[in-house]
């Protein structure tokens, strides 16, 4: 047991340095950021619940951004119910002055943009795949079109 804890000890100063981690060269991700007041997580979670429960269709093209976007008029009677009882919360518990009417509104309207993000990352992670295959498909093309690819 000696002998290989020796043997894997001199094996490993022999070998060369790995890079454990290669930096990410791909686009830069957005991170949102979203603070309200505890209270109005149930009308925040009701109009969340509305935006995701939209009927997507997987078609092959890049049209998750404008489902998404089509998810916003279809819940704009909650997400305005849901303003308006997160504007009465807030002012039962008193805290009106310190988060306004208009700043609860931006809320929603920031969840909204937030779930259109959602789409157009979708759209954007399919239009890279389709780039991967289309590079290898040519890649194929050329290889098989190539005089040094026929087979004997």
């Not at 930096?23 to 109005?40: F, H, M, N, Q, R």
Request: with cysteine.
């Amino acid at each position: 047991m000696i002998a290989t804890a020796a043997a894997l000890v001199l094996g490993l100063q022999t070998m060369p340095a790995i890079p454990l981690a290669q930096p990410d060269s791909g686009p830069v991700k957005e991170t949102w950021t979203l603070e309200y007041d505890i209270a109005i997580l149930p009308y925040i979670e009701d109009y969340k619940r509305c935006l995701n429960y939209g009927n997507r269709v997987a078609r092959g093209l890049p049209d998750f951004e404008e489902q998404h976007r089509a998810d916003l008029p279809r819940c704009a009677k909650v997400e305005q119910e849901s303003i308006a009882a997160s504007v009465g919360t807030i002012t039962r518990r008193g805290l009106i002055a310190t988060y306004p009417a208009d700043q609860i509104a931006d809320t929603f309207y920031r969840l909204g943009q937030i779930h259109i993000e959602r789409g157009r990352f979708i759209d954007d992670s399919f239009r890279q795949r389709m780039a991967i295959i289309e590079q290898y498909e040519r890649t194929q093309m050329q290889n098989s079109e190539s005089p040094h690819a026929a087979n004997p």
